[in-house]
């Protein structure tokens, strides 16, 4: 157990003791003048690991989002998505303001968009319509609770996508998750897609970044887009260090953090007043109501906190995230936690 039990966000994990000893030896240059050797060695090694020619390090998942579909959407076109996606929802209205893009959104099932609907929302080619570019898929879905959007599903909205000549993006900031949950390899999840981002600073453990892959072409391209973006970092490969024993030490133990939220779900769900899906629980995030208790809310964070516990709520609900940083007995004194402050 933590001092601090912290279920706030994969996010909030710090680096491994082997990450820091990576930063402090990595081999420097300058990533603008493309003379920086550990960066260079990320981008191509998670390239190589999701299937794509090339990678692209980045700040952040929103930013390497927002470069693909820049890449993908010219201003004025329409890039669909699931409703609660967040590249629509979560990134600040960027898609707006940097493709000049605008979004027609669908309702899905758990995240998953039914590919018959996803095809009946793509524009007739006419002057009076925006011209539809682009589909994008999110996995793992984190607003409907960290779902595994399944391999059928993303082979299918691909050849929709394929059809009708579209370009297709996943937004994989927690693909890892859907990686070792259902044991399907990274290629054949990233196989159909154009262009995938995925992120490093949520389980994985890195201080920051995400890398977005595609072909040499795109990426060439994104590096352009990064630069204009402000995302260009110099001595990046303090950083890209870390991403490499992400990738290469990091995946696997997710299979931890999946148990621990199937077990504090578990505990959860036989709480009086407690509404929570269990069939949501797919990966490592958690979601659920106190219906009628909504106003008391502020005041269980605040309880819950003097409890040294620390969680998250978005308007009626709770999101509770399990991650390297907290284990099971965290789990344990956070279902002690909500049984003091539900009572």
């Known amino acids: 157990m933590h001092d601090i039990s912290d279920f706030r966000s994969d996010t909030v994990t710090l680096p491994t003791p082997a990450m820091r000893e990576a930063m402090a030896r990595a081999e420097l240059g300058d990533d603008v003048l493309g003379t920086e050797p550990t960066a260079i060695k990320l ?14 390090f980045v700040p952040s998942g929103t930013m390497g989002n927002q470069i693909a579909i820049a890449l993908h959407a010219q201003r004025g076109q329409e890039v669909i998505c699931e409703f609660s996606a967040h590249t629509y929802n979560n990134e600040s209205g960027a898609l707006a303001l940097i493709a000049g893009a605008q979004v027609r959104p669908i309702h899905g099932s758990a995240g998953i968009m039914e590919p018959s609907h996803v095809e009946a929302l793509i524009r007739p080619a006419n002057i009076h319509n925006p011209r539809t570019a682009l589909i994008t898929v999110e996995n793992t879905h984190n607003a409907a609770g960290g779902t595994i959007v399944p391999l059928e599903n993303i082979r299918a909205l691909g050849e929709v996508a394929r059809k009708h000549k579209l370009k297709y993006h996943l937004d994989g900031a927690r693909l890892w998750n859907a990686h070792v949950a259902t044991g399907v390899p990274l290629k054949d999840l990233c196989a159909p897609f154009d262009t995938v981002n995925v992120c490093l ?108 516990v620390l969680a998250m709520t978005l308007g009626n609900r709770w999101r509770l995230v399990t991650h390297n940083d907290v284990d099971a007995q965290d789990c344990e004194r956070a279902l002690s936690a909500f049984q003091s402050v539900l009572a």
């Not at 191509?44 to 794509?52: E, I, R």
């Open 43 to 56: 981008e191509a090694m998670t390239a190589d690991l999701l299937g794509k020619e090339a990678g692209l």
């Open 201 to 308: 600073s949520k389980g994985l453990c890195s201080p920051v970044g995400s890398v977005l892959v595609g072909s040499r072409e795109e990426i060439e391209r994104g590096r352009y887009l990064r630069k204009q973006l402000g995302g260009g970092m110099r001595q990046s490969g303090i950083l890209a260090a870390c991403g490499i024993v992400s990738i290469t030490s990091m995946i696997e133990r997710l299979k931890d953090d999946h148990s621990n939220a199937r077990k504090l779900a578990d505990g959860l769900a036989k709480l009086p007043g407690v509404q929570l899906d269990l069939a949501t629980v797919q990966t490592n995030i958690i979601y659920f109501s106190v219906p009628g208790r909504e106003a008391q809310f502020p005041q269980w964070l605040e309880r819950l906190k003097q409890q040294k």
